[in-house]
């Protein structure tokens, strides 16, 4: 969705649900769709996955963060908020699940496994990582190889916990 577009719908339903005196902003987050910060007594969107919802999980969204700043912050997502949440038009479920069959923000770490499985990460990997698809392999043939920004990185450069734990998954072969 167009940001422009998302912000006037945000602080339109914010003010509609009776939160006037609460701001609105873009933050930078990668893995979750939006945020109620009580302190500063402020809803945030994700720039990166803003973007690339529709106006249906936007609209979601800033509703699902709405219902927090109503219930307050002892709520979590209990019955309370999900009650609330769902009286101003919100399903009451979480909106967004990072690995979900809707649109992922790609990290600038890439791995894949040597059958070809991805995944993504926002910041640097710092264990050794093997792939859950393939189950019933061998451990050493389900280790993540990583490139950051394309270009390929080799575990040596991970630190010396990835090294460590490479020797001794060889040891074991």
Do not use: N
């Amino acid at each position: 969705m167009d940001l422009i577009d998302a912000g006037g719908l945000a602080r339109g339903l914010m003010d509609q649900h009776g939160l006037p005196g609460w701001g609105f902003a873009f933050d930078r987050a990668k893995v979750r769709a939006g945020a109620c910060h009580y302190t500063d007594r402020t809803i945030t969107l994700s720039r990166a996955i803003t973007a690339v919802h529709d106006e249906a999980q936007v609209r979601e969204t800033v509703l699902h963060e709405i219902a927090h700043a109503l219930v307050g912050h002892g709520h979590g997502h209990d019955a309370v908020w999900r009650a609330r949440a769902r009286s101003i038009g919100a399903t009451g479920e979480r909106c967004y699940t990072v690995g979900a069959d809707g649109p992922v923000v790609p990290g600038r770490w890439q791995g894949r496994c040597p059958a070809g499985h991805v995944v993504h990460r926002h910041r640097r990997p710092t264990g050794v990582l093997v792939c859950l698809r393939c189950r019933g392999l061998p451990t050493l043939q389900r280790v993540i190889s990583w490139r950051l920004d394309g270009r390929p990185v080799d575990h040596a450069e991970l630190g010396p916990r990835v090294r460590e734990t490479l020797r001794q998954l060889q040891a074991l072969t």
